[in-house]
């Protein structure tokens, strides 16, 4: 019997299943809670909770992960170096640390508008070196001609040696500053996303199985694990489109909405005849744009263990992900005792990180270029958790919110408090660990805002649900104001809305709002087997998905009474090249798209005789009939 085996990294748990590669079941599944700052220790704990001599008889090993995603919404990236090419810029709103805006670019010809600049980028790089773990560059018209970037991309590896995204390696689309935001996210989660890879292909080479690695990308497709090393942002998103894939596999609907509540946030996608609906935009993360052509999916940094703290007896959830107390309490049952203790806090002190139910520890990370307030802090902290009173009454001095929020980005330390997980085990809705602690941590609570604790938590699973309901609308009604659709979820109307298609959730506890949302949505609304293990479970489902796009565009002659065309320029990814003829242009487009297909494919050892290339065709002309000025052709190759 051939089996696949499928690695999920969340952001609070790392989940393994095992397939029969015939027919699709499940054999086995097991969930192992995902470590930090090292991440190998929770995958060996998920493998190991599998029957070691079925691993023999592996072919196959997918991966996926939420850790990227989740890395953007908490806004606990690495530091990056963004280096902007052009006529572009930085909007106002944006805060990029590291950033410069240099001379250069070329236009939609593919032809130098004004040469780059390059002294003040090679400044740049030299001054924030030693302050960034990656840089990202993006050129004006990139897409048309790259050479800009690349002259950048080789100068960083010269004088620093570090990793560098260009924007033009990610996206097709025009949209300078888009492409810039998208190599910057990029960047910023290469550190990351090398580790878990790493971690990965270590573990199945000490367990001695010989299969095929493979890594999910963030479009539904996969790629080799290889491939994935050199270019780690591929894996970009892997996580929501893995929960996608899981849940139509398991529910054995090939169209559907699907929503996943996870640790750190509810992701919203839908699968439309076996395949993905892709974003035409790019994905949209957090209040991020970017130009990664992966799922259409809205997301929220509102998960099972998103923090909730009170602020002016007001309930707020996320966008940090905590540690559950009732999580927490099986290996440190200490702080159920800290819970009942009152802590000296006033009220001027309150917000997100001073919370009478919060407790910071160091992460087991080593700490590296601390400033003197973050080290002082880091300091006062320890291995086990400390409360803020702890903090305060060892120095006497309350710990800065912005000190501690640089620690916590830096993942230095990892904080633990009160989250919907908890108050789903006050209300005996999911028992899963330590229910004591949940409810020590909603009487503390309930008391500073000024409620009882039931109804505190029944506040919570109501946010969290109406939550889920305002993302699934806003996803299904994509042309329709957000706000108005707020007004629907939130009033009180004698009508609702009609989903014309199944919707299917996965997560741990989302049983647990399946009637609410019904209160919300007319639909068919299913939990799944296995939907607590649904993302290991599509990264085996994934097919190997290859789209890109390839442009002919007329180069006209500089006479606005003559718009004949002097020649054809074909734009395809990686490269240009001109033609006399539009004949001539047309047939290397068709060629040269369906060859990069094909590479892609053969470098995912895909069967390259059960690929199928799709080619679709758009003309602008003058007039009907002629020849046209611009021709589009886009190229999707699905392969088993």
Not at 216 to 227: F, H, N, Q, T, Y
Not at 319 to 344: G, S
Not at 437 to 453: N, Q, Y
Request: aromatic share 6%; with cysteine.
């Amino acid at each position: 019997m051939k089996l696949s085996l499928g690695i999920d990294a969340g952001g609070t748990y790392t989940d393994a299943v095992l397939l029969n590669s015939d027919d699709g079941r499940v054999l086995q599944a097991n969930k192992a809670l995902t470590t930090y700052p090292d991440l190998i220790f929770g995958i060996r704990d998920a493998l190991d909770g599998l029957d070691q001599k079925l691993l023999a008889d592996v072919r196959l090993v997918c991966v996926s992960t939420t850790l990227a995603t989740n890395t953007i919404l908490e806004n606990t990236g690495y530091p990056v170096g963004l280096i902007l090419i052009g006529k572009t810029g930085i909007p106002a709103d944006r805060k990029i640390e590291y950033s410069i805006q240099v001379r250069g670019g070329h236009n939609s010809a593919g032809n130098e508008v004004e040469p780059l600049d390059i002294q003040p980028v090679e400044d740049f790089i030299l001054k924030v070196k030693n302050k960034v773990s990656a840089f990202a560059v993006s050129s004006y018209f990139s897409v048309r001609n790259p050479e800009h970037e690349l002259q950048v991309k080789e100068s960083v590896m010269q004088l620093t040696g570090l990793p560098v995204v260009c924007g033009h390696e990610l996206s097709q689309d025009l949209g300078v500053y888009e492409r810039g935001v998208t190599a910057y996210l990029n960047a910023q989660l290469i550190p990351l996303t090398d580790q878990f890879m790493q971690a990965v292909t270590s573990e199945i080479k000490k367990r001695n199985i010989e299969a095929k690695l493979m890594m999910l990308k963030c479009d539904g497709s996969m790629v080799s694990i290889g491939e994935a090393l050199k270019k780690p942002i591929q894996s970009i998103f892997s996580g929501p489109a893995a929960s996608l894939l899981g849940a139509s596999h398991l529910s054995g609907f090939e169209t559907c909405a699907v929503v996943d509540v996870g640790g750190t946030s509810t992701d919203v996608s839908m699968m439309h005849e076996g395949l993905p609906e892709i974003s035409d935009l790019g994905a949209v993360v957090g209040k991020w744009q970017t130009k990664v052509k992966a799922l259409r999916m809205e997301t929220s940094a509102v998960g099972g263990d998103s923090h909730v703290w009170i602020l002016n007896h007001e309930i707020h959830i996320g966008p940090r992900r905590v540690i559950p107390l009732c999580l927490a309490a099986l290996n440190y049952p200490e702080i159920k005792e800290k819970l009942t203790m009152q802590q000296n806090i006033l009220r001027n002190q309150i917000g997100e990180n001073i919370q009478p139910t919060k407790f910071f520890m160091r992460s087991g990370k080593i700490p590296d270029d601390l400033s003197p307030e973050e080290k002082d802090l880091f300091d006062r902290l320890s291995d086990v958790p400390y409360t803020a009173s702890d903090i305060y009454w060892n120095e006497n001095r309350m710990p800065s919110h912005m000190t501690m929020d640089m620690l916590i980005q830096k993942r230095l330390v990892r904080t633990i408090g009160f989250t919907p997980t908890d108050a789903l085990h006050v209300m005996g809705e999911y028992q899963k660990w330590d229910a004591e602690a949940a409810h020590i941590g909603s009487e503390v609570l309930s008391r500073f805002a000024g409620m009882e604790k039931m109804e505190l938590c029944s506040r919570v699973k109501e946010q969290v649900t109406s939550n889920i309901a305002l993302n699934l609308a806003a996803f299904l009604l994509e042309d329709v104001d957000r706000e108005e659709i707020r007004k629907i979820i939130n009033g009180k109307f004698f009508a609702g809305i009609k989903v014309k298609m199944p919707v299917v959730l996965l997560g741990g506890p989302v049983t647990a709002y399946k009637d609410g949302l019904a209160r919300y949505f007319d639909s068919l609304i299913v939990v799944p087997q296995h939907a607590d293990v649904g993302n290991a479970v599509g990264a085996l489902a994934a097919k190997g998905i290859k789209r890109l796009e390839v442009l002919i565009k007329a180069s006209l002659s500089e006479s606005k009474y003559n718009i004949k065309p002097n020649s054809y320029i074909v734009f395809y990814p990686g490269g240009r090249k001109e033609f006399s003829s539009y004949a001539e242009a047309l047939y290397h487009a068709e060629r040269i798209g369906s060859e990069l297909v094909m590479d892609y494919m053969s470098s995912s050892y895909l069967d390259l005789t059960e690929v199928k290339i799709n080619i679709s065709r758009n003309d602008i002309s003058v007039e009907e009939g002629t020849t046209p000025l611009e021709t589009r052709l886009g190229f999707l190759g699905i392969g088993q």
